[in-house]
Antibody, heavy 121, light 113 residues
């Protein structure tokens, strides 16, 4: 079955770069679009960025140019880097699969369990 | 950006009764060329990731109980739980995927009365 697992540091210092990896199993990463979505504690969901296996990317302009998303098809992984973090970036970060991005179906049918990243000195 | 709003913020419903959640988008998410509404609903329980319930506004995801249904078009949508069960206690989110940035509603918390 399809599984997604986030990994990365749980604590990042202000002004540094948050780095997370999502490892996908049960399906080839080359067949779908993939996203990062975050949720500050006790708050709602914010879409961060997506990537397709061919390198096509899109990100939320609210995060300006701080976001870098990449894919490693050989490892069936995709990654997120968020630079110049502040306390406002403290959140649970989820990776998720788009059901059918090729036909506009950019809703999320499989999610990782999420990883809490705290920004603090 | 398309802004999604939901109402109410929270509601408490007796077991077996109907729960209705509304979602409104700041612009239409109906794509005229295929007559599809680019709107999904998710359920999130504490400590868990969101779970897809409904997509294309009214298509139930496989394995989702048929007491969950979605309706609406254009800018106004509704998620209905026809007979609330204890396991339905959760926060429910709508999401538009008509255009980027994809955006979610603020959530509606459903509890048992």
């Amino acid at each position: 079955q399809v599984q997604l697992q986030e990994s990365g540091p749980g604590l990042v210092k202000p002004s540094e770069t948050l780095s997370l990896t999502c490892t996908v199993s049960g399906v080839s990463i080359s067949s779908y679009y993939w996203s990062w979505i975050r949720q500050p504690p006790g708050k709602g969901l914010e879409w961060i960025a997506y990537i397709y296996y061919n390198g096509n990317t899109n990100h939320n302009p609210s995060l300006k140019s701080r976001v870098t998303i990449s894919v490693d098809s050989s490892k069936n992984q995709f990654s997120l880097k968020l630079s110049s973090v502040t306390a406002a970036d403290t959140a649970v970060y989820y990776c998720a699969r788009h059901r059918d991005g090729d036909f506009g179906g950019h809703f999320f049918d499989y999610w990782g369990q999420g990883t809490l990243v705290t920004v603090s000195s | 950006d398309i802004v999604m709003t939901q109402s109410p913020d929270s509601l408490a419903v007796s077991l077996g009764e109907r729960a209705t959640i509304n979602c409104k988008s700041s612009q239409s998410v109906l794509y005229s060329s295929n007559n599809k509404n680019y709107l999904a609903w998710y359920q999130q329980k504490p400590g868990q990731p969101p779970k897809l319930l409904i997509y294309w506004a009214s298509t139930r995801e496989s394995g989702v109980p048929d007491r969950f249904s979605g309706s609406g078009s254009g800018t106004d949508f509704t998620l209905t739980i026809s007979s609330l069960q204890a396991e339905d206690v959760a926060v429910y989110y709508c999401q538009q995927y008509y255009t980027t940035p994809f955006t979610f509603g603020p959530g509606t918390k459903v509890d048992i009365k």
